[in-house]
């Protein structure tokens, strides 16, 4: 067994009660390679070239890959290593923000309601938006989607343990109708017959 250990303070009511806000956006995106576990992206696109939101800018390179979309409209100014934060460096796109917002002719609706879409589809809507876990290890949410086995549950870790972070909680808040939709497309993915929101004792709202 595992005894002692450290229960640090909670530190949750400084942000708990504040909305979540649109982070700025930057004047030039670093758009590393490597957003998730496995094979790094390869680059389609190249200097010069212009970009727009949600364009696909790097194709996934092999099972455990996940492709990376752009997250500013411009213009490509530079492929080159970047600083990343578990590989030291790592290819990166360099986008200067033309701060426009022009979403890509690809980013759209698929047209079909969920209950039209079967497992396939929705684990190929998963693959290529590029989706990945949001733990440090990032670990492409499609592999997940697809274990070839009985599950009897999914889970939504909404716990959040760490210190001062309220990010899940304010989530809920404010997504609740979101997450409840990801967890119907998961369940039905999976053919999980019961799905489960796992909150800590101290969000009751």
């Known amino acids: 067994g ?64 996940a492709p990376v979309h752009s997250s500013v409209s411009g213009t490509v100014v530079a492929i080159e290593e970047r600083p990343h934060a578990s590989r030291g460096k790592c290819l990166s796109i360099v986008v200067e923000n033309d701060g426009k917002d022009t979403v890509h002719e690809s980013v759209k609706p698929c047209g079909k309601t969920l209950e039209e879409l079967t497992p396939a589809e929705i684990i190929d809507i998963v693959k290529n938006a590029g989706i990945v876990g949001m733990g440090g290890a990032g670990f492409p949410t499609y592999v ?22 309220t990010a899940d909680h304010r989530m809920l808040l404010e997504f609740a109708d979101d997450i409840i939709f990801g967890l119907q497309a998961e369940m039905k993915t999976v053919a999980a017959p019961k799905g489960i929101i796992v909150i800590e004792e101290n969000k009751p709202d």
């Open 144 to 165: 997940k989607l697809n274990p070839g086995k009985p599950i009897d549950a999914v889970l939504v870790n909404a716990c959040e343990c760490e210190p001062m972070l």
């Open 2 to 65: 595992y005894y002692g250990g450290v229960h640090p303070v909670e530190g949750k009511e400084p942000t708990e009660h504040l909305a979540l806000v649109r982070f700025p956006e930057p004047k030039t995106a670093v758009i590393p390679l490597s957003m998730h576990l496995g094979a790094p992206a390869n680059a389609i696109v190249a200097v010069g070239d212009t970009v727009k939101v949600g364009q696909k800018i790097g194709e996934a390179a092999g099972f455990i890959s």
